[in-house]
């Protein structure tokens, strides 16, 4: 099956600081997803990303499929975006999603 | 956000007891999903729901069984529950195979 590779494992900004966020995957994919998870165990979806750039606020990602990667940019970090990001991938038509370790941020004020 | 909650929130049992999650959606979202979050694990696919009373197996699906009778709801059972099912239940929906939203999760310890 697909293999998921998030880096890096773990990361500490101080607040204001800016951060990219990088998932590999091992094969061909459909569909590719960011997710937050939050101090509360909330699991938020971010961004729907199989290709191409996307952003919402201060947040954005970019998916380079022919390589298998997507990143995702933390711009002017803020001690809310604390909490494991996940990068979830698929590659059938069910949405079957198979997710990386995830990338645990701590941002300190 | 969307509409899902997901009942017991949490849950204490013992081993060999039947347990059931329930997962409800008010969206008429077609698919359902659920998920395992286990540390050293991250989130792994048990089962999923492509409409009612159609189901398929995730990933890690041994000890799971599920049922779908109604487009809202979406039922995970641990027939006879095992210390090794500790964990925290996520439940999934979406409209297409696309964008998944998450409920707020079930914690689950058997004893």
């Known amino acids: 099956g697909i293999q998921v590779e998030q880096s890096p494992p773990d990361l500490i900004l101080q607040e204001g600081a800016n951060s990219t966020l990088r998932c590999n995957f091992s094969?061909?994919?459909?569909?590719l997803q960011w997710f937050h998870q939050n101090p509360w165990g909330q699991l938020i979806n971010l961004f729907y990303i199989p290709s191409g750039t996307k952003q919402n606020g201060r947040l954005s990602a970019t998916t380079v499929a022919t390589e298998r990667y997507s990143l995702l940019y933390i711009s002017s970090s803020q001690t809310t975006d604390s909490g494991v990001y996940f990068c979830a991938v698929s590659s059938g038509n069910t949405g079957k999603l198979i997710f990386g370790q995830g990338t645990t941020l701590q941002v300190k004020p | 956000d969307a509409g899902i909650t997901q009942s017991p929130r949490h849950k204490v049992t013992e081993t060999g007891t039947p347990v059931t999650l329930r997962c409800h959606q008010t969206?008429?979202?077609?698919?359902m999903y659920w998920y395992r979050q286990d540390p050293g694990h991250g989130l792994r696919l048990i089962h999923y729901s492509y409409g009612v009373k159609d189901t398929d197996k995730g990933e890690v699906s041994d000890g799971y069984s599920v049922s779908r009778s109604k487009t809202e709801d979406f039922l995970l059972t641990l027939e006879s529950a095992t210390s090794s099912q500790t964990s925290v239940y996520f439940c999934a929906i979406s409209g297409t195979e696309e964008t998944q939203y998450f409920g707020p999760g079930t914690r689950l310890l058997v004893l």
């Open positions: 094969d061909s994919v459909n569909n």
């Open positions: 969206e008429n979202h077609r698919y």
